[in-house]
C-alpha cells in the first residue's frame, strides 16, 4: 500500500490514502506533492483540470500533517486529495460552470458547501475539472477548454457534463471527483469512464454554493473507483444545510457502517420495456449484475419514455430561464450549441412546463408504488459505450440517434424524480460501461450495499487504464 | 375525483404512440413563435442561429406533445411545493 502510494500516485484509493496517513507510513504533504506532480505531468492527455489549487492545497496538507504532530486525532478522510467539477465555487476563483462569460465574475468568497465539508473531514482540494458548458452536456466536450479525454481511449469522451470529473479519477489522478447531476451528469460519465458514481436522492446532499443549471434537478454527487470511497465522502457530506433552499432536513444517515451487510433479503428486479438496451454492451451489462443478484424478476416504471420527455422539457425551461440575461447580452460567447437550446428553452410557453411538472407529480407517485414490491431497481447507465470525440450519432438498434441529447436516455427518467443511485461499473473490453442501481428516495445505503456488493464479487470494479 | 373531458379520454387511446407535435406543426408556425417571443422577451439574437433555436424548439414540442397528450386529473399538484 504505502509502495503503491508512494510509487504511483493517483491509484491508490481515499481509503487507502487514509489508512496508510493513519498508519503513519506516509502523510498528508507527500500525498498531496505527489498527487500535484501526477496531474502536472499527466492531465495534458486527458485535459481534467482547468485550474490546480497548488498552494492552499500544499498548506492544508501540512496543517493536518501538524495537527497530527500535536497529536490530534485525524480526521476521517486526512490526507485525501479531491477535486471538483467547476461549478463548485472555490474561493479566489471564478466559478466557470464551463462557461467563457463566467471567466469575468469575481472570484468565489467562499468554497461550496460541499467542499467545506470534505476538507474538514481530512481531504484537500486540489483543483477545479472541466465541464459541458453550463452542465447543458452529456459527452464532456467543451468549445472553450477543449474536450475532457476518456483514459480508456483517449480518442473518446468521458460523457459529460461532469467530464473533468470522471476522467480525474478513472485516470488516476485524483481517488475522488464531485460532479452535478441535472439529467445524467454523473452517471453517464462514471459509465463511459467505468466508475463508481452516486446520485444521491435530490435534496439530500447540499448544493449550496454550486452554479446552477436546473433548480428543480441538479443534484451533487462524489466519483470514485471503488464503493468504500464514494461511501466515506457521502457520509462526510450529509447533513442539512440552509443555504441550500431543498436540502432536506433530515439528519446524516451514515452508509459506512452498513457497507458490508450484503444483498441477502434485498428485493431487485430489472427494470424493462423503455429500459431494456439494444446494445450488446448495455445488455451484457444489466444481464451480468443481474445474474449476481440473481434478479429474476423484471419490473415496468410507467411512462418513463413520458418522463424523459417532461424531464427535457423542465430542464430546457428552467436551462433558458436561468440564462435569459446572459443570452440578452453576451450570446455570442456562449457554445453555440448550448445558445440555440437555451434560447428555445426560454421561449416555451409556461403552460406546457407546468404539465410537465404535474405530471412529475403523477410520475412520482406511481414509481414509488412499485419500492413496495422491490427495494432496487436496476437499469443501463447509458445506451452505449464511450463514443468517438466530435461523434454526432451513434446507433440503437434500428435506430440512429444524436449522441449529444440521447447519452441520457436512460437516466433522466429516474433523476426526473430525484431517485438515489449508483452507477456500477462493469469492466468489458475495451471500454466500460455501467448499470444504474435505483433505490426509493433516501435509501442510498441499499444502493451502495449493493454495488458494494456487486464490487467485492468482481462484477463491478473500474478498471485501471493503460494510458 | 373529477373525470376527464371527453377530448382528454379521446388522448388516452394515443398514449404509447409516436409523439406528433400536436402544435407549431407548420416551420412557419414556430418560426412566428420564435420572432414573437424573441420580441417579448427583448432576446434578440443573429438570425444565422435561426435554424438551430427552430431545430431545438421542435425537439422540445415534439416532447412537450408526449406529456400534453397524456391525461392528468385537475386536482394533481405540479412537482416543486411552495413552503412558505
Given at each position: ?21 493513519g ?10 506533492e ?20 497548488e498552494?492552499r ?28 467539477k ?8 471564478p466559478t466557470?460552470?464551463g ?6 465574475a ?5 468554497d ?5 465539508r470534505?476538507?474538514s ?22 468549445v ?21 470529473s ?30 463508481f ?8 446532499l ?19 473507483r ?30 459506512m ?42 419490473i ?11 424531464a ?34 426560454a ?8 404539465r ?23 437499469a ?7 463514443p468517438l ?23 433522466q ?20 460501461i ?27 470494479a ?6 | ?11 388516452t387511446?394515443r ?38 433555436i ?5 425537439l ?22 411552495f413552503?412558505a
Amino acid at each position: 500500500m504505502l509502495e503503491m502510494a508512494a510509487t504511483e500516485p493517483g491509484w491508490s484509493t481515499a481509503a487507502e490514502i487514509v489508512a496508510a496517513v493513519g498508519a503513519g507510513r506516509t502523510n498528508a504533504l507527500r500525498v498531496v506533492e505527489a498527487t500535484l506532480a501526477r496531474i502536472r505531468s499527466r492531465d495534458p492527455l486527458l485535459n481534467s483540470f482547468t485550474a490546480l489549487t497548488e498552494q492552499r492545497a500544499l498548506a492544508r496538507a501540512k496543517a493536518l500533517d501538524e495537527a497530527r504532530a500535536r497529536g490530534e486525532p485525524l480526521p476521517p478522510l486526512a490526507g485525501v486529495p479531491f477535486a471538483v467539477k467547476n461549478l463548485f465555487d472555490v474561493a479566489g476563483l471564478p466559478t466557470l460552470a464551463g462557461s467563457k462569460i463566467n471567466r469575468d465574475a469575481p472570484p468565489a468568497p467562499r468554497d461550496a458547501a460541499l467542499i467545506e465539508r470534505l476538507e474538514s473531514a481530512g481531504s484537500v482540494l486540489v483543483g477545479a475539472l472541466n465541464m459541458g458548458e453550463y452542465a447543458y452536456d452529456f459527452t464532456g466536450e467543451n468549445v472553450h477548454d477543449g474536450p475532457s479525454r476518456n483514459p480508456h481511449d483517449l480518442n473518446r469522451m468521458t460523457g459529460g457534463s461532469s467530464g473533468g470529473s470522471a476522467a480525474a479519477v478513472a485516470g488516476g489522478l485524483v481517488p475522488l471527483a464531485l460532479g452535478s447531476d441535472t439529467n445524467g451528469s454523473i452517471r453517464v460519465p462514471s459509465s463511459l469512464c467505468g466508475l463508481f458514481g452516486l446520485k444521491p436522492t435530490y435534496g439530500r446532499l447540499s448544493r449550496a454554493r454550486t452554479f446552477p443549471f436546473a433548480a428543480s434537478l441538479d443534484h451533487v454527487g462524489p466519483l470514485a473507483r471503488s464503493t468504500r470511497d464514494l461511501a466515506l465522502a457521502y457520509d462526510a457530506m450529509q447533513g442539512h444545510d440552509p443555504g441550500d433552499p431543498v436540502s432536506a432536513e433530515r439528519a446524516a444517515q451514515p452508509v459506512m457502517p452498513l457497507l458490508h451487510r450484503g444483498t441477502e433479503g434485498l428485493r431487485v428486479a430489472v427494470a424493462s420495456g423503455y429500459f431494456k438496451s439494444q446494445t450488446a454492451e448495455a445488455v451484457y451489462a444489466v444481464d451480468r449484475v443481474a445474474a449476481a443478484l440473481a434478479a429474476n424478476r423484471d419490473i415496468q416504471l410507467p411512462q418513463p419514455e413520458r418522463a424523459r420527455s417532461a424531464a427535457f422539457i423542465i430542464t430546457a425551461s428552467e436551462g433558458g430561464s436561468l440564462h435569459l440575461d446572459r443570452l440578452r447580452t453576451r450570446a455570442k460567447d456562449f457554445d453555440p450549441a448550448v445558445r440555440d437550446r437555451l434560447i428555445a428553452g426560454a421561449m416555451i410557453p409556461a403552460s406546457l412546463v407546468i404539465r410537465a411538472q404535474k405530471f412529475r407529480r403523477w410520475y412520482r407517485t406511481e414509481v414509488l408504488k412499485l419500492f413496495a414490491e422491490v427495494d432496487a431497481i436496476l437499469a443501463p447507465a447509458t445506451p452505449c459505450t464511450a463514443p468517438l470525440i466530435g461523434q454526432q450519432t451513434f446507433q440503437l438498434g434500428d435506430v440512429e440517434l444524436p449522441v449529444r441529447a440521447n447519452l441520457g436516455l436512460y437516466t433522466q427518467p429516474i433523476s426526473f424524480i430525484g431517485l438515489p443511485v449508483v452507477a456500477v461499473p462493469v469492466p468489458l473490453t475495451p471500454l466500460p460501461i455501467a448499470v444504474q442501481i435505483i433505490t426509493a428516495p433516501w435509501r442510498e445505503d441499499v444502493a451502495l450495499r449493493i454495488a458494494h456488493w456487486l464490487e467485492t464479487q468482481g462484477v463491478a470494479a473500474a478498471m485501471r487504464p493503460s494510458f | 375525483m373529477i373525470r376527464k373531458p371527453a377530448a382528454h379520454k379521446s388522448r388516452t387511446a394515443r398514449r404509447g404512440t409516436t409523439p406528433r407535435p400536436l402544435r407549431a406543426k407548420k416551420p412557419d408556425a414556430l418560426d412566428t413563435l420564435i420572432a414573437a417571443s424573441a420580441q417579448a422577451l427583448a432576446l434578440p439574437f443573429d438570425p444565422a442561429w435561426q435554424g438551430g433555436i427552430r431545430l431545438n424548439l421542435r425537439l422540445i414540442f415534439t416532447h412537450a406533445t408526449l406529456v400534453d397528450e397524456f391525461p392528468l386529473a385537475d386536482e394533481t399538484e405540479p412537482a416543486p411545493v411552495f413552503h412558505a
